[in-house]
């Protein structure tokens, strides 16, 4: 698999672009907005974007989604039901954010812990890792060694969870528990700032040690 990240909003979201190598169809992994961003990229790399995939629902990653999935016909898959209160409330979100307003919308398959998700001829498992949000979830590609984690995990930091239906110690227990037997040599993209690796936020991320 391929990857490239595409910052959007003004919280920076790391909105990731993945495409199958093979056969150079795509998704777009947490369209928050700057859609015209996100589309220029993909048209830059020459991929065909066949859906939309969601770690959780919150308006940066979430935000653009709709009008995405409506204007390029895509599907949308994930998060997990438990975000269904987060995407009901979008418009409340952007209000209390300050974003331009942005339609709620219906996921065409919700996630569940070990479900796959195909991108071309890749594969993500998807790990359900309630904390941030209770519907958050994970993709993780065993061949590639890469996960895409959201706001689960950062290098350094993690999730805040002092949002409605917020849980510190589920979230400390998705990551204990869920992402680090994955292995140390798993590389992740957070949902902010800079990729890390599990290796190193097992020896140094001063949350989780």
């Not at 928050?32 to 220029?40: A, K, S, V």
């Not at 409605?164 to 528990?177: T, V």
Request: hydrophobic content about 35%; proline content about 7%; some cysteine.
């Amino acid at each position: 698999m391929k990857y490239r990240t595409i910052p959007v909003t003004p919280f920076q979201q790391n909105c990731t672009l993945v495409w199958c190598e093979h056969t150079k169809k795509a998704a777009i992994v947490d369209p928050g907005g700057d859609l015209d961003r996100i589309l220029m990229a993909v048209e830059e790399e020459g991929v065909l974007v066949e859906k939309i995939m969601l770690t959780h629902a919150h308006i940066d990653h979430a935000g653009g989604t709709a009008e995405l999935s409506a204007n390029k016909g895509l599907p949308i898959e994930g998060p997990h039901k438990g975000d269904l209160f987060w995407i009901e409330g979008m418009s409340q979100q952007c209000s209390m954010f300050n974003f331009p307003h942005c339609d709620s919308f219906t996921p065409d398959r919700w996630l569940d812990d070990g479900d796959e998700v195909k991108v071309g001829d890749g594969v993500f498992q998807v790990i359900h890792c309630p904390g941030h949000t209770p519907g958050h979830v994970v993709f993780y590609n065993e061949k590639d060694q890469m996960a895409l984690v959201g706001d689960v995990i950062f290098h350094g930091s993690i999730g805040r969870t002092d949002f409605p239906k917020g849980n510190h110690q589920e979230l400390i227990d998705s990551i204990k528990m869920k992402l680090f037997p994955l292995g140390e040599s798993v590389e992740f993209i957070p949902g902010h700032g800079p990729r890390s690796t599990l290796g190193v936020e097992i020896k140094s991320n001063p949350y989780v040690r």
